[in-house]
C-alpha cells in the first residue's frame, strides 16, 4: 500500500511571496491533516478534513493561509504572503480510523 | 484542554539495552488514544504504537511497549534491546474525542550509543 505523498519536498522562497503544497493521502482514507512542525518543537495541527470538508481550522490562520481538498482526495496548503515565521516542516498525514494516522515525508519551507 | 508533556529533551542509551520515554498527558475526555511516532532525522513521522483509553492491556509492537498508567496519566515508551538505529526524536501524542487530530507533546531525543 503506498504510502502518504507530498511536493515538493522542499522550498525556498523570499518572505511576501506565495507557496503551495501538495499532498496525497493514502487510498481510501477519509481524513487528512496538515500540521505545521517548527524545529525543535511537535507538530501542530492547522486543518483536518473529513472527505472534502472541513472539521477543524481553529488553528489555521486565515489571513495567509488556505487549504483545499477538491474531490475529497488530493488536498493543497497554500500560504500567500509568507512570512519569516513560517519556516517549518509541513506535514500531512491522513486515517482511516481513530487508531491510526500516517504521515507523509513532510515539505520543509525556509523563507528568507 | 489537551496537553502532551515530555520531561526528557534528550536520553543516551547503550546498545542492546533497554530503555524507557516517558510521556504524561492531561485531558477531561474519559475516551482518548495515545500515539508514539519516531521522527528519524530524514523528518518522516514514523507510527509505532497506540494504546487507547478503554484497552484494558499494555499495547506491544515488536521491540515496543507502552506502560500504560491511566491513573497517573503517563503512556511511557518501551523500546527493547535498542539498535543504533532507534537514535532519532521520539513524540507522544494525544487524540481527542471530538475528532482525530492529535496533540503532540515537545519530544525527546534518543541517541544510541554502540
Known amino acids: 500500500e503506498a504510502g502518504v505523498a507530498q511536493s515538493p519536498r522542499y522550498k525556498i522562497i523570499e518572505k511576501r511571496q506565495s507557496v503551495a503544497f501538495w499532498c496525497n493521502p493514502i487510498s481510501g482514507h477519509a481524513t487528512l491533516y496538515w500540521y505545521q512542525q517548527i524545529l525543535g518543537q511537535g507538530p501542530k495541527l492547522l486543518i483536518q478534513f473529513q472527505n472534502n470538508g472541513v472539521v477543524d481550522d481553529s488553528q489555521l490562520p486565515k489571513d495567509r493561509f488556505s487549504a483545499e481538498r477538491l474531490k475529497g482526495v488530493d488536498s493543497t496548503l497554500k500560504i500567500q504572503p509568507a512570512k519569516l515565521e513560517d519556516s517549518a516542516v509541513y506535514l500531512c498525514?491522513?486515517?482511516?480510523?481513530?487508531?491510526?494516522?500516517?504521515f507523509g515525508p513532510g515539505t520543509r519551507l525556509l523563507v528568507l | 484542554a489537551q496537553k502532551i508533556t515530555q520531561t526528557q529533551p534528550g536520553m543516551f542509551v547503550q546498545e542492546k539495552e533497554a530503555v524507557t520515554l516517558d510521556c504524561t498527558y492531561d485531558?477531561?475526555?474519559?475516551?482518548?488514544?495515545l500515539f508514539w511516532y519516531k521522527q528519524p532525522s530524514s523528518g518522516e513521522m514514523i507510527f509505532l504504537i497506540y494504546?487507547?483509553?478503554?484497552?484494558?492491556q499494555n499495547a506491544t509492537e515488536g521491540r515496543y511497549s507502552l506502560n500504560f498508567q491511566k491513573a497517573r496519566k503517563s503512556a511511557n515508551l518501551v523500546i527493547s534491546a535498542s539498535q543504533l538505529g532507534d537514535s532519532a526524536m521520539y513524540f507522544c501524542?494525544?487524540?481527542?474525542?471530538?475528532?482525530?487530530?492529535?496533540?503532540f507533546g515537545g519530544g525527546t531525543r534518543l541517541m544510541v550509543k554502540p
Open positions: 494504546q487507547g483509553s478503554y484497552d484494558q
Open positions: 485531558t477531561s475526555d474519559p475516551s482518548y488514544g
Open positions: 501524542a494525544m487524540r481527542q474525542r471530538a475528532g482525530n487530530m492529535l496533540t
Open positions: 498525514a491522513s486515517s482511516s480510523s481513530p487508531e491510526t494516522q500516517y
